[in-house]
């Protein structure tokens, strides 16, 4: 079998993903490398020492496959199962693709807390997702009673964010808010014309992008919240994709990003073909910037740069996308699935808040346990697999079918960004002004909270 390296001839460089090594390499011998790797021609002699030395290695030592992943620490509820706009994209049918029209109670949200956030002195979060959650704004007051009421008596902490379009927004909600949420993420899809095309107020009487914008700057004003601006990337959005990532971190939002909107070959919206390959190679290229301006007070990394270059320095591999079956879904209706992206596939219900018995929730539970990059097809003998970790589950379940078959639009942009970062971050170690520089604003960007869902 070939060495498990990855050769950029351009660059002089090959990077070895079991140990985390680099070596650098002329380019001519670079080039007969990625010849061999590919089953042409005989290993260069001057490339012996060096595979020779990383087959001496071995292979990583990693944790065992599967095994008990832990307790529930983080929900994400539904608790508006309807929305006031009418994106043309909606993966979830304005909310409605399970319990149409269905507002959450409290006794569901006191069921599903219960349930899972008991052990004392655990930080726990909750996420309000829709459709639109604050069309269900009745909910979060004894929400987060019920919240403090067991912060005081089972010393569990729950942290708060929700997810916004960013239309029904007023002083009371806003102050509601900034009481008791740490984060609110709201989507805004770039420029006005961009943003405005697809998604739509439900009656048509206003600019969703003018009250998405009113609402961000209400929250930054007045509010200690993080906010995160993110926004979907469509077909006919992909042209002003830089204008309108320069325009929504303008806003003076904490973070800001456009997430490719893939779907079925008939939409119209779906990033695709020739949009997409420039979409790849922005990405790219964004990513190399990153690394070339490394001034710490500068705007947060593009999409992967931190995620790349915090692997690089700790050699951390990353063995799976998130903690789908442990981060959960709750439906209104109490229906539990294994994560917000995957509500309303019957093949990941599992079960009801109700019912912790329920055989499904057990047996989903276990079987994402043993789910990682080394049981996704096409993951083990990918060179960026460790700075990876696989892709979005959902993401994948929608392209292919699976979520052990990675999504090819994700593998593509992160392996072209992968390569450029590589480059730039063996670039900048070298120089011992610029990798202290690099170190500092790592660490700075580490203590940054995570965005909420989206």
Known sequence: ????????????????????????????????????????????????????????????????????????????????????????????????????????????????????????????????????????????????????????????????????????????????????????????????????RHRHAEKGEHSVHDRAVATIRLLKENTGLRVTVKGTLTAQGGGHYQESLAYLRSLGADNAALTPAFGPAEADWALAGEVFERYVAMQAGNAAADLADLDEAAEPWHEYTFQIVAGLLTKRRLLRHCNIGRDLAVMADGAIYACHGLAGQSAFAMGRVDDPASPDFQRLHEDFAGLDLRSVDGCQRCWARYLCGGGCYANAWFQSGSVRQPDRGHCAVFKAVAEKVLVAFVDTVGRPEQAQVLLRKVRGMIGAPPPSHV
């Open 1 to 196: 079998m070939a060495p498990d390296c990855h050769v950029i001839v351009e660059a002089g460089i090959v990077y070895f993903p079991e140990s985390g090594k680099f070596y650098a390499v002329p380019q001519g011998i670079g080039e007969r490398l990625k010849s061999w790797l590919a089953g042409h021609g005989e290993v260069p002699p001057e490339a012996a020492a060096m595979l020779a030395a990383e087959a001496g290695r071995g292979k990583a030592d990693l944790p065992p496959v599967g095994g008990d992943e832990g307790e529930v620490r983080s929900l994400c509820l539904y608790t508006a199962h309807d929305c006031n706009l009418a994106c043309t994209y909606c993966y979830n049918q304005r909310g409605r693709a399970v319990a149409p029209l269905a507002m959450m109670s409290f006794a569901t949200a006191k069921a599903a807390i219960d349930r899972f956030f008991w052990r004392p002195g655990v930080l726990y979060a909750i996420a309000l997702y829709g459709g639109e959650p604050l069309l269900n704004v009745g909910l979060i007051e004894p929400l987060v009673d019920y919240a403090e009421r067991l912060r005081r008596e089972r010393d569990i902490r729950i942290d708060f964010s929700l997810t916004t379009n960013g239309t029904v927004m007023n002083r009371e909600i806003l102050a509601l808010l900034d009481r008791h949420f740490v984060a609110v993420t709201v989507s805004l899809d770039g420029i006005k014309a961009v943003n405005d």
